[in-house]
């Protein structure tokens, strides 16, 4: 199982990034996505999730300016992220979960760096 994240970089506040997650070795269609995202010194934190019926939800702090979407024909999700400050500075990470014969299942990929210069 891979969850490849990409997407990051550096860019200054107010610009825009979108960030990709494409899987590999899970049904993904049966999967919920989300992404999470962990600046240093803090602990992770939720910032999206997208069922697998493609209902959303977002962190209170970032509707409005985050989007997260998928396309199961590409086992891929995105999160757009616009308007972006110095706090919004993190190491995203894309996970993947779901639940078979009351197993839980879940992955996490390796991290994308954004990086948001004031």
């Known amino acids: 199982v891979q969850l490849q994240a990409s997407g990051g970089g550096l860019v200054q506040a107010g610009g825009s990034l979108r960030l990709s997650c494409t899987t590999t070795?899970?049904?993904?269609?049966?999967?919920?996505m989300a992404w999470y995202r962990q600046a240093p010194g803090r602990q992770r934190e939720l910032v999206a999730t997208?069922?697998?019926?493609?209902?959303?939800d977002y962190a209170d702090s970032l509707k409005g300016r985050f989007t997260i979407s998928r396309e199961n024909a590409k086992n891929t999700v995105w999160l757009q992220m616009n308007g972006l400050t110095p706090e919004d500075t993190a190491v995203y990470y894309c996970?993947?979960?779901?639940?078979?014969?009351?197993?839980?299942?879940?992955?996490w990929g390796q991290g994308t760096q954004v990086t948001v210069s004031s």
């Open positions: 996970y993947a979960l779901t639940f078979y014969q009351n197993r839980r299942f879940d992955f």
């Open positions: 070795g899970i049904a993904f269609s049966s999967f919920s």
């Open positions: 997208i069922g697998s019926r493609s209902n959303t």
